[in-house]
């Protein structure tokens, strides 16, 4: 028999639409679950915002305060899909009172923020599913099943990217991404989150790091009003840029493995250029995000001028069966935010973990305050 389960939306930008077309759409994806979600209520503090999500997608209540949603008894589960300094309050008491939550990577802007959260959830005994979506990505699914099985030998190194444009443009507008006590650690917690998360999934614990950051953009222009997405801004007052744009990272896994991650949000003419390389003693993995489906392998004994073929994933890597019937059929960005919402739901109705959890926000926090740390004293550091 399906049940119904409540669920809310706190924050209605972008990422709160796509939480809310993935809840919609995950029945029709997994109609093996055994709960359905319900849209019960969304916050947003923009005048207007949440009412207007409620009218489209057909949430019951619109409110501006999200204390409201932690109130609503109709609620089980709630998307929090507001700013990074949000995080931390919002996280907190929706676990308090005995929400199961859906958070957006970083969760907070520190290691700290992330533990609050994940203890919280832990002693309230709520589920806790995090926003690191790339990992759902059927090829990396079976990127990380070639590397366990020793399908390219022993992992020597990997380079993992995660380039963007989308605040390369100087009129970009000055807001809460850009600050510190909003945005925390600027391009880290935006993108090098993802990267981290990414190398942990395919190779295991980062043992030790060495970082370098840059600001390219030092200052922009505040915004007239409300902001979403990446607003342009011109002859607003000019503020300072106060978080990082790029990182360049060096790291040491406890496997004894090499690998380096770069990110960087002003790159002209990269529009989410994200990938990995992943070379063991005997082959290579190669994936691009902007090719979802195809997965480059080297295998074989040749070693020297060993040939890469093309994989194209199908039913039976990841979740890909559940979008498509065969190889070589696309999946999209959206897809794997519905792939992150069955497994939220499942972990919700069958008291096991399913997908990245808080544990997964912490170590990957950890990683990135350590990239801070590494950057300003110019030396390794161990993530804490």
Not at 5 to 32: C, I, K
Not at 137 to 149: G, N, T
Not at 332 to 345: C, G, N
Request: overall charge negative; hydrophobic content about 45%.
């Amino acid at each position: 028999m399906v049940s119904t389960l409540g669920v809310a939306v706190v924050g209605f930008g972008w990422m709160g639409r796509v939480h809310t077309q993935a809840y919609l759409r995950v029945p029709h994806h997994f109609p093996q679950l055994s709960v359905r979600p319900e849209l019960v209520a969304v916050a947003d503090e923009v005048p207007g915002r949440a009412e207007e999500a409620a009218g489209r997608y057909g949430f019951s209540t619109a409110v501006r305060d999200w204390r409201e949603i932690a109130a609503d008894p109709r609620v089980a589960a709630v998307s929090i899909a507001a700013p990074n300094f949000l995080h931390r309050e919002i996280g907190v008491a929706m676990a308090e009172a005995g929400k199961h939550i859906w958070i957006e990577k970083p969760v907070g802007l520190t290691a700290g923020d992330a533990r609050a959260v994940a203890d919280a959830v832990a002693a309230a005994g709520v589920r806790g599913t995090v926003g690191f979506n790339y990992r759902n990505a059927p090829a990396v699914a079976a990127a990380r099943e070639l590397i366990a099985s020793g399908g390219i030998g022993t992992v020597t190194h990997a380079r993992i990217r995660l380039f963007s444009d989308y605040a390369a443009h100087p009129e970009g507008a000055l807001t809460w991404r850009y600050e510190r006590e909003r945005g925390g650690s600027g391009v880290l917690g935006d993108l090098a989150s993802h990267g981290v998360d990414l190398a942990r999934f395919l190779l295991g614990e980062i043992d030790s790091l060495a970082a370098d950051t840059a600001v390219f953009i030092p200052e922009r222009a505040r915004p007239a009003g409300a902001t979403a997405g990446h607003t342009r801004a011109t002859g607003g007052e000019p503020g300072p840029v106060e978080n990082e744009d790029y990182v360049n990272c060096l790291l040491r896994f406890a496997s004894g493995a090499r690998g380096v991650l770069e990110a960087c949000r002003v790159s002209v003419g990269e529009q989410n250029n994200y990938g990995f390389e992943v070379h063991g003693t005997e082959g290579a993995v190669f994936w691009d995000f902007r090719r979802m489906g195809e997965l480059g392998v080297s295998l074989g004994t040749s070693y020297q001028d060993q040939p890469v073929s093309i994989r194209h994933v199908g039913p039976g890597d990841g979740e890909f069966a559940a979008f498509q019937p065969g190889a070589a059929n696309s999946m999209s960005y959206d897809d794997l935010k519905v792939v992150e919402a069955y497994q939220f739901l499942r972990s919700v109705t069958e008291g096991i973990p399913y997908g990245a959890g808080l544990d997964d926000a912490v170590r990957s926090a950890s990683a990135l305050d350590a990239m801070a740390r590494s950057a300003e004293q110019g030396t390794w550091v161990s993530p804490a």
